[in-house]
């Protein structure tokens, strides 16, 4: 398994330029942030959501229940067997979108295709798979979506990456997409494409172990040495909240998200990369954090000649 995660992560040493290059762009977001336990309590609504995507349809209505939500629509996509709900709160006029993921971080790494595609919906490139899986759910839901309600999204794992697809989906499609949150998210799009999206009201939560949401880096279905026509580079979309250890938390930008990942460069993989990308784990340290989180910046002590010493 650790040669698994280090495959997956590391293709080649030319990526480490781009993270160098992260290292030193400033990425604080502190102006005008919310109060730390109202951002807790809204990661730990649409958490409930993206675990409840795992269980079953009388669990998903009593969650969604518990929520203030009512569950609308549940189905699965069979060609890529990807199951998904629609649930809808009447008195804030909001549906909220989840998609089930996988919990199963080796799986993720060993089938996750690396190829990006233009997509014909969205007008970017996206990764294959998930755009794919989007556009089903997305002709799926259509029906249910009632007209000038908010639309929200969700998922953990590939689930998170196809809810945003999926939200990128409504967004061109003039829908009123007003929030995507996502945890343990594997990378969706290249730098135009999170251009182009930025807009979006988009939150990734991640762990400090967990290898999924660097994943991928690069399109390899070309020559990654001349990044151009026949390589691409997986760009972070949105903003990055990393749960830490106790009451803390860091929030960064998509060049912190780069930063983070150099991190990755000096560190062996471990058991620790499986267990921290566990749903519940997420849910579990954001109900620890929900009523007195603590912001604090983000520490990066990897050393980039230690890199070019291997």
Not at 88 to 117: F, Y
Not at 168 to 196: C, E
């Amino acid at each position: 398994m650790p040669n698994t995660i280090f495959h997956a992560l590391f293709p080649t040493r030319s990526m480490v330029w781009l993270c160098l290059l992260a290292l030193f762009v400033t990425t604080s977001t502190q102006a005008n942030e919310p109060r730390a336990d109202k951002i807790f309590a809204e990661l730990l609504s649409f958490a409930h959501m993206a675990n409840a995507a795992y269980q079953t349809e009388p669990a998903i209505r009593q969650t969604t229940s518990a929520q203030g939500y009512t569950l609308t629509h549940y189905g699965r996509i069979p060609e890529v067997e990807v199951f998904y709900f629609l649930a809808t709160n009447d008195d804030t006029k909001t549906q909220r979108i989840a998609v089930r993921g996988t919990a199963n971080v080796e799986n993720v790494l060993v089938n996750l295709n690396m190829q990006l595609v233009a997509d014909k919906h969205t007008g970017v490139r996206l990764h294959h798979g998930f755009a794919r899986s989007a556009e089903g759910i997305y002709h799926a839901v259509k029906p249910h979506l009632k007209p000038n309600y908010r639309i929200e999204t969700t998922g953990h794992s590939l689930g998170g990456a196809v809810a945003l697809a999926l939200a990128m989906h409504l967004d061109a499609a003039s829908f009123p997409v007003m929030r995507v949150i996502t945890f343990g998210q594997p990378k969706l799009t290249n730098t135009a494409g999170a251009t182009a999206y930025q807009h979006l009201n988009i939150t990734r939560v991640v762990m400090p172990k967990d290898v999924v949401p660097l994943v991928p880096f690069l399109d390899l279905t070309g020559d990654w040495r001349q990044l151009g026509e026949s390589a691409d580079i997986y760009w972070p979309l949105g903003q990055e909240i990393l749960l830490l250890k106790g009451k803390d938390y860091a929030r960064l930008s998509e060049w912190g998200s780069l930063r983070r990942t150099t991190s990755f460069l000096s560190e062996q993989p471990s058991e620790e990369n499986l267990h921290q990308h566990q749903m519940q784990n997420y849910l579990h340290l954001i109900k620890q954090k929900r009523l007195d989180a603590r912001r604090v910046p983000y520490q990066n002590n990897f050393n980039p000649l230690e890199w070019f010493k291997r």
